[in-house]
């Protein structure tokens, strides 16, 4: 089992800077895909962006070019850094990483970390 525990969420005003943090419970295990996924108020979960193990990375129309996500894998910790947040960025953000075992995916989510963009 494998709990992932984000930080560094809070209020933050537009323009500015933010960075997430997400560390995996177990450092032994191998994981595969780390992303950070956000759910706004009355809408859907949407990914943000995502990092394999390898460092393939994947990023939201919306936020690319102001978002970097980082990994490292010997922590099993991913990092979000927000630049030029805007109001929109409002949400709660989730942490999510998945490991293959043979023909098993395993997904594991954190609880949750809410970031507010407000002046």
């Known amino acids: 089992q494998v709990q992932l525990v984000e930080s560094g969420g809070g209020l933050v005003q537009p323009g500015k800077s933010l960075t997430l943090s997400c560390a995996a419970s177990?450092?032994?295990?191998?994981?595969?895909?780390m992303g950070w996924y956000r759910q706004a108020p009355g809408k859907e979960r949407e990914l943000v962006a995502s990092i394999t193990s390898d460092g393939s990375t994947n990023y939201a129309d919306s936020v690319k070019g102001r978002v970097t996500i980082s990994r490292d894998n010997a922590k099993n910790t991913v990092y979000l850094q927000m630049n030029s947040l805007k109001p929109e960025d409002t949400a709660v953000y989730y942490c999510?990483?998945?490991?293959?075992?043979?023909?098993?995916?395993?997904?594991?989510w954190g609880q949750g970390t809410p970031v507010t963009v407000s002046s």
């Open positions: 177990r450092s032994d295990l191998s994981i595969n895909t």
């Open positions: 999510n990483a998945n490991r293959i075992v043979g023909f098993t995916l395993y997904n594991y």
